[in-house]
C-alpha cells in the first residue's frame, strides 16, 4: 500500500508542454507515472511525444478527467497563473492536486485553499512550493528523483525538498511506503498531522520518519497529534538549528521571532511526545534504523 499515491492513479499535468512541465512529465513517466493526459487550453486536442509515449492535451482539468479518468493532477504553472489552475483543479473535484510551484502569492494560496475548503475538501492539495510525492515502484508525482530510494516501509513526510531526499538515499536500502513533501509556505494544503495520520492508517508502513524547520508551530501541534494518536514509532528532525534569529531561511515560512518557532523549541516538543529527534539528517536516519530494527 501507500499513501495518497498509488500504481492505480491516473496522472494529467497542469502545464505539461512548458519547459519545467515537460522536463518532469519525462522523468515521472520513465518512473513508472501513469501519466494519462497534460492541460494546455492553447494546445486541446494535440499530442505531445514523450520520449516514445504519446500524451493527449486537453483545454481543462474537467475534460481530462471525463476523457482519461485522472484523478492527480501536478501543476508547474507559473506563479501568476497557479491560482487559477488551482481553482479549475478544485472545481473539476479532481482527488488530489499536487502544487510544485514555487513563488505563488501568499493571498493566492489562501484563495485557492479556502475555496478547496469551502468545496468540502474534495480536492486533497500537497503544496505549494514542494517536491510532490512518490510511492516508490509504483507511482511518482512531482520533481522527487525516482532512483535514490527503494520501496519499503518507511513513511516520510517533510517540509523540505532537499532533506526529503537526503533522508530517502540515506535510507534507500530499508525503502520507503510513501514520501510526501509538503512544501514549506505559511499557507499549505496537506500538513504534518494529514500525512501522519495516512501513515499511521497505513498497514505497510511501520516506521514514520518526519521532517521540519524552524518558523511556525506546525511542527508543535503535529507534536500533539503524534502524543495523542499515533502508535508508530515516529523518529524526527527539525532544520535550524544553527539559524540567526529573525532571518527568513529557505522557504517563506521559516522565520523566527524570539523563542517561537525556534528548532530547539520544536525539538523538545516532539521528544515530549515521545518522538527521537536528530540533530542532523545523518542522526535522525541511524535513529530510524534503531528504531525499526526494535
Not at 28 to 47: C, E
Not at 146 to 152: E, F, H, L, M, N
Not at 172 to 182: E, K, T
Amino acid at each position: 500500500m501507500a499513501i495518497f499515491l498509488t500504481k492505480e492513479s491516473k496522472v494529467i499535468v497542469q502545464g505539461m508542454t512548458g519547459s519545467e512541465g515537460m522536463k518532469h512529465t519525462r522523468r515521472m513517466l520513465a518512473s513508472g507515472t501513469n501519466i494519462v493526459g497534460g492541460v494546455n487550453p492553447r494546445k486541446a486536442g494535440t499530442k505531445v511525444d514523450v520520449d516514445g509515449t504519446e500524451v493527449p492535451v486537453f483545454g481543462g482539468v474537467k475534460e481530462a478527467m471525463e476523457a482519461t479518468g485522472a484523478d492527480v493532477t501536478v501543476i508547474f504553472v507559473p506563479p501568476k497563473f497557479a491560482k487559477d489552475a488551482v481553482l479549475e483543479a478544485v472545481d473539476a473535484e479532481i482527488g488530489l492536486a499536487v502544487v510544485i510551484t514555487e513563488g505563488i502569492a501568499v493571498h493566492d494560496t489562501a484563495a485557492f485553499w479556502a475555496h478547496a475548503c469551502s468545496k468540502g475538501n474534495k480536492t486533497r492539495i500537497i503544496g505549494p512550493n514542494c517536491p510532490g510525492l512518490i510511492s516508490p515502484g509504483q507511482s511518482n508525482a512531482g520533481i522527487i528523483p525516482a532512483d535514490i530510494t527503494t520501496a519499503g516501509r518507511i513513511g516520510l513526510v517533510s517540509k523540505s525538498g532537499t532533506l526529503t531526499y537526503q533522508m530517502m538515499y540515506e535510507l534507500r536500502d530499508l525503502g520507503f511506503s510513501s514520501a510526501v513533501g509538503i512544501g514549506g509556505d505559511p499557507i499549505i494544503g496537506t500538513t504534518h498531522i494529514d500525512a501522519l495520520k495516512a501513515f499511521q492508517d497505513d498497514p505497510d508502513t511501520d516506521l514514520i520518519v518526519m521532517i521540519g524547520e524552524i518558523g511556525g508551530d506546525a511542527e508543535e501541534r503535529a507534536a500533539a497529534f503524534i502524543k495523542e494518536n499515533v502508535t508508530k514509532p515516529v523518529v524526527g528532525y527539525v532544520a535550524g538549528f544553527t539559524a540567526p534569529e529573525g532571518k527568513t531561511m529557505g522557504h517563506a515560512g521559516a522565520i523566527v521571532s524570539g523563542s517561537s518557532g525556534t528548532a530547539q523549541a520544536k525539538k523538545e516538543a516532539l521528544e515530549a511526545a515521545g518522538v527521537k529527534v536528530g540533530k542532523t539528517p545523518s542522526e535522525t536516519a541511524r535513529l530510524a534504523r534503531a528504531a525499526l530494527a526494535g
